[in-house]
């Protein structure tokens, strides 16, 4: 069974800053099948990225994914105050497992 | 754009049962795999289950397997969770999500979800 561990847990910045959040899976995972969520509080998650580094509609392009195999990143070019969220990085396409990772809290500093 | 509006949340003790229903609008929902998403208030986000397009092949999380049952009604764009002998550790917001075809299955819509409180 894979296990996704995101870091940081918080990440404390400033808008216009840049933000990286990483993702590490327990085992290789096929990158077709991975994807990034953001979620605000009271309202559904929102997909930013899928297949790793695919930007899902409409999402702005100051959001890119990264990676392979076990490390994945997400990296927002500069923040802005609409991206202060927190961040869930996931693996899906199997039949029996759909891992997420625990999340990264992206804070105003 | 489409849209899911969860129902049938609300308080039940621990060992009953409860079901949980999702309307689709806006899209061909016979096209599309169907999941349920669970969050604890203040935790993070776990898959429950899963349905494919035709009600075919349904997959749970171990936490659920036995005590919980998806099924749809493509007639009625409507996907459905039945839950049985809950626990307090089900307590959470239920989401309805689609599972979009061309991001590789990723779960590109989601409602509001509906709340499932276990409690004595």
Redesign the interface.
């Given at each position: 069974e894979v296990v996704l561990t995101q870091s940081p847990g918080t990440l404390s910045l400033s808008p216009g800053d840049r933000a990286t959040l990483s993702c590490r899976a327990s085992q290789s995972v096929n990158s077709?099948?991975f994807?990034w969520?953001q979620?605000k509080a009271g309202?559904?998650?929102?997909?930013l990225i899928?297949?790793a580094s695919?930007r899902?509609?409409g999402i702005p392009d100051r959001f890119s994914g990264g990676g392979s195999g076990t490390d994945f990143t997400l990296t927002i070019s500069r923040l802005e105050p609409e991206d202060f969220a927190v961040y869930?990085c996931?693996q899906?396409?199997t039949?029996?497992r759909?891992?997420?990772?625990?999340?990264t809290k992206v804070e105003i500093k | 754009e489409g849209q899911l509006v969860e129902s049938g949340g609300g308080v039940a003790r621990p060992g009953a049962s409860l079901r949980l229903s999702c309307v689709a609008s806006g899209f061909r929902f016979d096209e599309y795999g169907m999941?349920w998403v669970r969050q604890v208030p203040g935790k993070?986000?776990?898959?429950v289950s899963?349905l494919n397009w035709n009600g075919g092949?349904a997959?749970?999380?171990d936490s659920v397997r036995g005590r919980f049952t998806i099924s749809r009604d493509n007639a009625k764009s409507s996907l459905y969770l039945q839950m049985h002998s809950v626990r307090a550790e089900d307590t959470a917001l239920y989401?309805c999500v689609r599972?979009?075809y061309l991001?590789?299955?990723?779960?590109?819509i989601?409602?509001?979800?509906t709340m499932v409180t276990v409690s004595s």
């Amino acid at each position: 069974e894979v296990v996704l561990t995101q870091s940081p847990g918080t990440l404390s910045l400033s808008p216009g800053d840049r933000a990286t959040l990483s993702c590490r899976a327990s085992q290789s995972v096929n990158s077709r099948y991975f994807a990034w969520y953001q979620h605000k509080a009271g309202q559904a998650p929102r997909l930013l990225i899928y297949g790793a580094s695919s930007r899902a509609t409409g999402i702005p392009d100051r959001f890119s994914g990264g990676g392979s195999g076990t490390d994945f990143t997400l990296t927002i070019s500069r923040l802005e105050p609409e991206d202060f969220a927190v961040y869930y990085c996931q693996q899906y396409g199997t039949s029996t497992r759909v891992p997420f990772g625990g999340g990264t809290k992206v804070e105003i500093k | 754009e489409g849209q899911l509006v969860e129902s049938g949340g609300g308080v039940a003790r621990p060992g009953a049962s409860l079901r949980l229903s999702c309307v689709a609008s806006g899209f061909r929902f016979d096209e599309y795999g169907m999941s349920w998403v669970r969050q604890v208030p203040g935790k993070g986000l776990e898959w429950v289950s899963g349905l494919n397009w035709n009600g075919g092949d349904a997959t749970y999380a171990d936490s659920v397997r036995g005590r919980f049952t998806i099924s749809r009604d493509n007639a009625k764009s409507s996907l459905y969770l039945q839950m049985h002998s809950v626990r307090a550790e089900d307590t959470a917001l239920y989401h309805c999500v689609r599972e979009d075809y061309l991001s590789y299955d990723a779960f590109d819509i989601w409602g509001q979800g509906t709340m499932v409180t276990v409690s004595s």
